[in-house]
């Protein structure tokens, strides 16, 4: 095969040169596009334009294979944990035993966030919603840590800068929860794995004893490993391009979590619970929002269905549904709204308007509702996405740098009016 694309313009003739991954993919390398002709390409959505080369997550939406850096997400989330699986992510390869423990104990012992942090959310309202105290506190941090403003930071105010992201945001993320509760703050207990604290953080009470449940910090490790990271999607694009400012870490991730806090990219969790307590509202009825969901003059959406990549099956949704089954089944729960979910899931599943689209359910679908069945609540679920998708945002950020990427700035077809004339107001 060529390694060379023709395109013919205008009567001339351009040779492109074609770009292989290490899993065959193509495309097309289209730097000296504008320079040799005066054209860009338009590609509204990015859905068929590489920003980069990545070496960090492959995916392939028709085959639905998800990869970290190689390994299968079916084998991480079977058999691996969350903290190794950020290693992973971040610096390339499995941890040695003692890369992990060092790793691990680095994250324990900064997981404390400065006192005056505290100051700052207790000026939110208890009804403001975690994703803006998410992204405000972790864009705080920079007051806390100006050296992390260094626009050429070496590899070991990177690597502490991790560290401190990592660990700090479950503290503030349970910090969030407890604000919106009116309830006091846990401080961290760094005698708990990264897990069991955040369930300790947001689950304690001063008043009784909290015991950590087993089955709810596998399927909490589980959720985690499959939301930890995905290419190039909405926020991590965000992240990427934040960061090609020389911005610092810090504020590349905060830009990151405004982005997913969207209800098309990781706000769908809390939307799926949201559409699912509107149907037991209105009757369970969930034929009738089928049907909503396939009228075009309807706005609304089913969600929780459907993806920009995968349109075969998603593969973090086939691992977490079976994580669902076991989470509800460990806890005894039966809850009239997970009932309502089944029955569109099967409805959808049998439909041909959701066959033909290839519509299946998103991981979101089912991570929702096991977020519901461990107690956390609806508003929290971005925040756990968010959690979730820390190290890839930060593998991410850190590849783009070491990559020496340009700062990126995408073209425009400009569509407005022609110059004219200023009239004065008199005159209009
Ligand atoms: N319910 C009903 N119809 C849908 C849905 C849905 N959830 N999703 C897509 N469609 C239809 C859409 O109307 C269109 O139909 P037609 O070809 O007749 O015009 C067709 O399917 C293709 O949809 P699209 O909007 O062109 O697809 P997209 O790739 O631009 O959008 C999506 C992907 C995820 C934004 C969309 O499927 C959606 O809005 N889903 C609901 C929100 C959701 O669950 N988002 C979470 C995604 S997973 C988490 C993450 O990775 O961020």
Request: charged share 20%; aromatic share 10%; hydrophobic share 35%.
């Amino acid at each position: 095969m060529s390694d060379f694309a023709e395109l013919t313009l205008e009567g001339k003739s351009l040779q492109l040169p074609v770009v292989t991954g290490s899993e065959n993919e193509k495309a097309i390398d289209i730097n000296a596009l504008r320079a040799q002709t005066g054209y860009i390409t338009l590609d509204s959505g990015y859905k068929n334009t590489g920003a980069t080369t990545s070496a960090i997550t492959y995916l392939d939406g028709e085959q639905g294979i998800l990869r970290y850096r190689g390994y299968p997400i079916e084998q991480l989330a079977e058999r691996s944990n969350f903290i190794e699986v950020a290693f992973l992510l971040i610096y390339g390869h499995l941890p040695s035993q003692a890369e992990l423990d060092n790793f691990s104990y680095q994250i324990k012992m900064h997981s404390l966030v400065n006192e005056d942090m505290r100051k700052i959310l207790d000026g939110f309202p208890s009804a403001a919603h975690p994703m803006g105290i998410l992204s405000s506190l972790v864009s705080s941090l920079t007051a806390f840590y100006p050296d992390s403003l260094h626009p050429n930071p070496t590899k070991e105010e990177v690597d502490l800068t991790i560290i401190r992201l990592i660990s700090k945001l479950s503290t503030i993320a349970a910090w969030a929860h407890k604000n919106s509760q009116g309830h006091p703050k846990n401080y961290p207990d760094n005698s708990l794995d990264y897990c069991s604290n955040f369930l300790y953080m947001m689950f304690a009470y001063p008043t009784e004893k909290y015991q950590v449940n087993p089955v709810v910090v596998d399927a909490l490790n589980k959720l985690l490993i499959l939301h930890a990271d995905h290419e190039q999607n909405c926020s991590t694009s965000t992240v990427r391009l934040v960061g090609s400012s020389h911005a610092s870490l810090y504020s590349s991730v905060s830009a990151g979590i405004n982005a997913l806090w969207g209800p098309l990219h990781g706000g769908a969790n809390q939307a799926v619970i949201e559409m699912l307590e509107a149907i037991k509202a209105d009757g369970g009825d969930s034929k009738k929002y089928i049907e909503k969901a396939k009228d075009k003059n309807d706005p609304f959406r089913l969600m929780g269905f459907g993806h920009r990549v995968y349109k075969n099956f998603d593969p973090r949704a086939t691992i977490i549904k079976k994580t669902a089954d076991d989470v509800l089944g460990a806890l005894g729960i039966n809850d009239p709204v997970l009932n309502i979910a089944k029955e569109l899931e099967q409805a959808a599943l049998t439909d041909p308007y959701f066959v033909e689209r290839k519509l299946y359910p998103n991981v979101d679908f089912y991570s929702g509702i096991i977020y519901r069945a461990i107690g956390i609540p609806t508003e929290m679920f971005t925040v756990m996405f968010a959690l979730g998708r820390l190290p890839g945002w930060i593998a991410q950020w850190k590849e783009m740098r070491e990559q020496k990427e340009p700062i990126g700035r995408p073209r425009q077809i400009y569509t407005g009016e022609t110059t004219r004339d200023y009239t004065p107001i008199n005159e209009r």
